[in-house]
């Protein structure tokens, strides 16, 4: 059955290996070892001082801008909705939780990762050079992609975009390409890089 593989796919395996071999770039992930064996005994000294030195400043729901749940309470003894959501159809929900607001900073955050990520780390493939800015509309399928997956399990997720008539699910393909997709997954992201606090 190997042998059909290739033919179950509307992309090939190796633009999805180079997609997924991505995730090893992220500096996080990076182990020198080349490095002198670190002093365990002074690592840990030294963030002990800085964790009694730095203090974290947590901010309420109150004070954030940015995210305010419309329909839920989270901080009462007895949390749960807020609102009369008997007759929400599940995108209601969804905009419930990720309203405008959100989502276009997820546009602008997104678009900004992947060109910092593309152009300043230089880590563009061939694949990854031909990124497309994402928009609203574009998102909002992905989390669509995302939450369906949910639903249908499979054990990859190439699987997803199979093109087996036991196995395929098409909705998948007609919504978006595989490659686009796991791009998207690659550069998905949240906030501002530059305006991230420093390690502690």
């Not at 989502?103 to 061939?126: C, D, G, H, Q, W």
């Not at 909002?140 to 699987?159: A, C, N, P, R, W």
């Not at 008539?165 to 909705?171: G, M, S």
Request: aromatic share 10%; glycine share 2%.
């Amino acid at each position: 059955m190997a042998e059909f593989d290739d033919e179950n796919y509307a992309n090939s395996d190796s633009e999805c290996d180079e997609l997924i071999g991505l995730y090893a770039d992220d500096d996080d992930a990076c182990v020198e070892l080349d490095e002198e064996p670190a002093d365990f005994n002074n690592e840990i000294q030294d963030t002990e001082e800085e964790t009694e030195e730095e203090k974290i400043q947590w901010k309420t729901a109150e004070d954030n801008k940015h995210f305010k749940l419309k329909i839920l309470k989270c901080e009462d003894p007895t949390p749960g909705p807020i609102a009369n959501i008997k007759n929400f159809t599940e995108l209601d929900l969804f905009h419930q939780m990720f309203d405008d607001n959100i989502m276009k900073t997820l546009v602008v955050e997104t678009n900004r990762y992947a060109e910092e990520t593309i152009n300043i780390r230089k880590s563009a493939t061939p694949t990854t050079k031909n990124w497309k800015q994402v928009d609203e509309k574009e998102l909002l399928q992905f989390f669509g992609l995302v939450l369906l997956m949910g639903l249908i399990e499979k054990d990859e997720i190439s699987d997803y975009w199979s093109t087996d008539e036991l196995t395929e699910t098409p909705i998948f393909s007609k919504t978006m390409s595989r490659d686009r997709f796991l791009l998207i997954l690659r550069y998905l992201h949240f906030s501002d890089n530059s305006k991230k606090l420093k390690k502690w």
